[in-house]
């Protein structure tokens, strides 16, 4: 499937007019479906690990069909100092920031394709880091019982991702940036609109002005149901939300309120039809997707979650093919 990427198709999808074709999009795909689509060594396709090698990983965007690669810079996800409500927030989070390693990202400017470009997305957002470092409910229970503790390791992490967004954001080849923060599960938000309001969106806020005052997407990731704040969503400017579980969403009437406000990332249903259906119920799957959400721009599709590796590479396959059968503009399948 490899053709010569561009960028600029995938902003034009996301500004809400129709590209030429319709692009492709991932946050995530498991290391062992891209070295199994590669015919290639496993370790080498894992960005969060020694032994990540740039241009095959490059290799394999550009093969499957993608405008960008998605790539994070290398750091310790667990910090200790998180867990004491005592440490000292600010020098911790200087020594936080100043041992991330961008030399991938780094390197990828110096040997993308021409129109290709570099989605720069962190290991996980402000909760998703907050919780699973000092445990679920102690995170919980801190707020009705800590909230100055939980609200020093809110602002850590959230001024630990602006600077990582702010060291990259001027580069050429960056693209955009991708907050990957789970919020919500399919049936409603995990915490309320206002502890999210409060602890949350005011560095989300922060994220999207950046990318926005240099140019460049911000796009939005998390799991589940967040109907409730969709118009905070739209307020704080973001570009695109991912990666709209079909469980958790009417898709066709989402795209139908946020048209022309905000894009749609993703759509296809990662356990059935990607991880347990067959290449023709994947094929038809996404054709309806295509018929029914692509026409207007606004979308990029993909899985409602990651390719993990469970999913059987010729499924992956397919989703793919279907996208280049049937996802030209005008569509007419």
Not at 36 to 42: A, C, K, L, R
Not at 48 to 63: L, P, S, T
Not at 198 to 206: A, D, G, H, R, S
Not at 275 to 302: C, H, L, Q, S, W
């Amino acid at each position: 499937m490899q053709r010569n990427p561009g960028f600029n198709r995938m902003i034009k999808a996301v500004r809400h007019a129709e590209p030429d074709r319709l692009p492709l999009v991932e946050l995530w795909i498991d290391p062992e479906i891209k070295a199994t689509f590669m015919e290639d060594n496993i370790t080498e396709y894992d960005c969060r690990k020694k032994g990540f090698d740039v241009q095959k990983d490059i290799y394999f965007w550009q093969a499957a069909g993608y405008d960008y690669l998605r790539l994070s810079p290398r750091y310790e996800f667990f910090q200790g100092w998180l867990k004491d409500p005592k440490a000292d927030f600010q020098a911790e989070t200087e020594k936080f920031t100043n041992s991330i390693d961008y030399g991938d990202i780094d390197k990828a400017g110096e040997i993308l394709p021409e129109g290709m470009k570099v989605i720069f997305a962190p290991q996980g957002g402000i909760y998703e880091h907050a919780w699973i470092n000092v445990g679920y409910e102690k995170f919980m229970l801190g707020l009705f019982e800590d909230p100055e503790y939980i609200r020093n390791i809110c602002d850590s992490l959230g001024a630990s991702l602006l600077a990582m967004y702010d060291k990259v954001i001027r580069e050429e080849h960056i693209g955009g940036i991708w907050l990957s923060d789970d919020i919500a599960y399919t049936e409603a938000l995990i915490m309320s609109p206002d502890v999210i309001r409060k602890y949350l969106f005011p560095w989300y806020e922060k994220y999207a002005a950046l990318a926005h005052e240099h140019g460049k997407m911000f796009f939005f990731h998390s799991d589940g149901n967040q109907a409730p704040l969709l118009d905070d969503y739209i307020a704080m400017g973001f570009d695109a939300i991912h990666p709209i579980e079909p469980k958790a969403w009417d898709v066709v009437e989402l795209k139908k309120q946020v048209k022309g406000k905000l894009a749609l990332l993703g759509t296809v249903d990662m356990d059935y039809p990607l991880a347990r259906g067959t290449t023709g119920e994947i094929r038809e799957y996404v054709k309806k997707r295509i018929v029914e959400i692509a026409p207007g721009g606004g979308f990029a599709i993909g899985s409602s979650n990651s390719v993990a590796k469970y999913v059987p590479v010729e499924n992956y396959k397919a989703m793919l093919k279907a996208v280049e059968d049937f996802g030209q503009y005008p569509i007419r399948v």
